[in-house]
């Protein structure tokens, strides 16, 4: 009886274990493969500096509140340097339209 006793017990521990393996190699494939995507789908805007409106060079605030962009609220600003240029990508929302515009330093639209 104790024989088993002690099988059942072993065999029981074994299950547990194998479970436990189990589910912590799904656990670190799962967070493998999740720190993989970023680099895979690298998002334009991973290389970029957030900025406030207010910190956004005076030329292109200027810009901004012209006729061109009448209606339209700044909900994000990037800063990215690049060549020795910085440049500017804001993105811009109208109601339910959203849209990015690309600026340099000097307040020239670069990409609407």
């Given at each position: ?10 065999s ?10 189990d ?14 995507q ?8 991973n ?19 012209s ?10 600003a ?7 240029k ?6 811009l929302t109208n ?18």
């Amino acid at each position: 009886m104790k024989k088993v006793l002690f099988a059942c017990i072993l065999s029981l521990g074994t299950v547990a274990v194998l479970q436990a393996q189990d589910s912590a190699a799904t656990q670190s494939d799962r967070y493998s493969t999740e720190a993989q995507q970023p680099s895979q789908d690298k998002d334009k805007y991973n290389d970029k500096d957030m900025v406030a409106t207010t910190d956004l060079p005076a030329a292109i605030q200027d810009q901004l509140k012209s006729q061109d962009y009448t209606g339209w609220t700044v909900s994000k600003a990037y800063r990215k340097a690049k060549d020795g240029k910085t440049m500017y990508s804001v993105e811009l929302t109208n109601g339910t339209e959203s849209k990015k515009v690309k600026f340099d330093e000097q307040g020239n639209v670069l990409k609407d």
